[in-house]
């Protein structure tokens, strides 16, 4: 059985983010994307993240729900600032360090809140 070839699609600012650990402060897993695809109603497979972060933006898009995508990741952003805040009342002598993975988490958050108000100028 051959390989279906995917055209290739640039990932947008928001998906290369999300996929990385570095610059989004926390590690996007396939469930957390099939999860959200699931809320929006679809049946997205497991195959690698940025192809179904990618399919997952492009058929939200497609069904009017990319606003709905996005405030699920913004509860998702919640959900880890509420655990790295958990860890800095347990582990005070980590603060510098978690700190640090709360601010890249809470920029992300900003990222996506910013995409979730649109472009004013549309």
Do not use: C
């Not at 926390?26 to 469930?31: A, I, N, Q, S």
């Not at 009342?89 to 649109?118: C, D, F, H």
């Amino acid at each position: 059985m051959k390989k279906k070839k995917r055209d290739f699609i640039p990932q947008s600012p928001i998906q290369k983010q999300l996929l990385s650990t570095f610059f989004s402060g926390f590690y996007l897993t396939h469930k957390d994307i099939v999860t959200i695809g699931k809320k929006i109603g679809l049946d997205l497979p497991y195959k690698k993240r940025a192809m179904i972060l990618q399919d997952l933006f492009i058929e939200a898009e497609k069904l009017g729900k990319k606003k709905e995508v996005l405030l699920e990741f913004i509860k998702l952003t919640d959900f880890y600032i509420d655990i790295f805040k958990g860890f800095l009342v347990n582990y005070p002598n980590s603060a510098e360090v978690v700190n640090s993975w709360i601010q890249k988490v809470n920029s992300t958050k900003a990222l996506l809140q910013r995409e979730m108000a649109g472009n004013p100028y549309e």
